[in-house]
């Protein structure tokens, strides 16, 4: 056996380190080296350049890797901060309706009261009337001139009714201001109450809407990162795997970057269990299909409408707050209410209340018009954040997000939490 094919045997392991020297330099003549070196014959690496070689191929393999790992990050990051904003949102909804509901009761209250308070004054009225007639026809009420000499109109009750029990003649009058004195008094009462629960509501209502919209400028913040730190990556990303390709090979880089590459998520099935019990526990009948389609036609009509933050409700698109300011259109639940509103069904503002407050539906039994919802923990209802209208044939039609407009998409089963039948 000749040296040559003694050297040759010797070195078989070190075919691909020397492949990977042999582009690196074919690589540099590309590069512009002088001529002399560019057209003299590759020399054997050494073991130290074939080490070297194979630790630079390792090291581009961990930056790409890091790189995959951080837009990967940033991105959950994002998701993660725009579900906080949707559920601090959804929370501001709740306390406002409440706010609202407790308003109009304590408007209503605040009337009653009035109105007992003047049913009382009439009734005292014919007390005085009264015990004047008595006094003047020659007191046919022994007690009528006790009651003129009252000084004023609690004191005149009380003597009344102490002379009702000394055994002095009845009155229906009398009765009547003394029922009606304990009618103004509860009515007041539930005034006051209801004036304390709706001012308590309604700075629990701004404080909720200041989180709320710091949470979204917090998530409009990120996504605004993420779009120029994306951008830096991925070209940091492209020229690892471009020094790679060059270092190792197509094949061997492609392989390496395969195995850098952090995997995709895995399908979400469709769920076998049944929807997490929140609020109204019926389970969801055969409902109205009219009534559905009432409902997706109406949300159809406005495909392409702008999504707006914290905008649309029965009446259809409106305002939205903060960054939503200046855009009229819908948030999730603002097209959801809305659509069955046009069908005569009236269901909350928020998603957590449309999802607590109607009939479930399982998976499995989703028809053309149910609402379907999404949440950062699906076995937790208040963490959810997002509520669609299910079209049938696997499609949706929603208000996804900031920056989105209303529009048909894939049904998805990931965070899905649960789904409802309004028309049941």
């Not at 469709?270 to 389609?293: E, H, I, L």
């Not at 036609?297 to 933050?309: K, V």
Request: proline letters at 5%.
């Amino acid at each position: 056996m000749d040296s040559g094919t003694r050297s040759s045997l010797l070195h078989a392991p070190k075919r691909t380190a020397w492949r990977i020297l042999a582009t690196t330099i074919a690589g540099a003549v590309v590069l512009g080296l002088t001529p002399s070196v560019a057209t003299a014959a590759p020399k054997r690496p050494s073991d130290s350049q074939i080490q070297d070689a194979r630790k630079t191929a390792d090291a581009l393999s961990r930056r790409i890797a890091a790189f995959a790992g951080q837009i990967s990050s940033a991105e959950a990051e994002v998701e993660d901060a725009q579900a906080a904003s949707a559920i601090a949102l959804d929370g501001y909804q709740a306390t406002q309706a409440a706010y609202e509901a407790a308003q109009a009761k304590s408007t209503a209250a605040a009337s009653a009261a009035a109105q007992a308070t003047a049913d009382l004054g009439v009734a005292r009225d014919d007390v005085a009337a009264f015990a004047r007639r008595s006094y003047m026809d020659g007191s046919t009420y022994a007690g009528a001139a006790s009651l003129i000499a009252a000084a004023g109109p609690a004191e005149l009750i009380e003597r009344a009714a102490l002379l009702e029990a000394a055994g002095s003649h009845r009155s229906d009058v009398l009765d009547e201001v003394t029922v009606l004195q304990e009618q103004a008094k509860r009515a007041e009462a539930v005034a006051r109450t209801a004036v304390i629960e709706a001012d308590q509501l309604k700075q629990q209502a701004a404080d909720e809407l200041a989180y709320a919209q710091s949470t979204e400028a917090d998530a409009r913040r990120q996504a605004a990162a993420l779009s120029s730190r994306k951008a830096a990556l991925t070209t940091q990303l492209a020229s690892a795997q471009s020094q790679l390709r060059a270092l190792v090979g197509a094949r061997e880089a492609a392989d390496r970057i395969a195995r850098a590459t952090p995997p995709a998520p895995k399908p979400v099935v469709r769920p076998s269990t049944p929807p997490v019990p929140d609020g109204n526990g019926t389970p969801a009948g055969d409902g109205s299909a009219s009534a559905a389609q009432t409902a997706i036609e109406a949300a159809m009509r406005y495909l392409g409408t702008p999504y707006a933050w914290g905008g649309g409700g029965s009446n259809g698109p409106s305002r939205g707050f903060a960054q939503g300011a200046d855009t009229i259109g819908f948030d999730c639940s603002g097209l959801t209410q809305y659509a069955y509103a046009q069908a005569g069904i009236y269901i909350p503002r928020n998603s957590r209340a449309q999802y607590s407050s109607l009939p479930k539906v399982a998976a499995d039994d989703l028809q053309a018009g149910d609402l379907v919802f999404w949440a950062t923990n699906p076995s937790n209802p208040a963490t959810i954040h997002h509520v669609a209208l299910y079209m049938g044939n696997g499609q949706v039609v929603q208000a996804p997000q900031t920056g989105d407009v209303v529009k048909v998409s894939d049904m998805w089963w990931r965070g899905y939490a649960g789904g409802v039948r309004p028309s049941a």
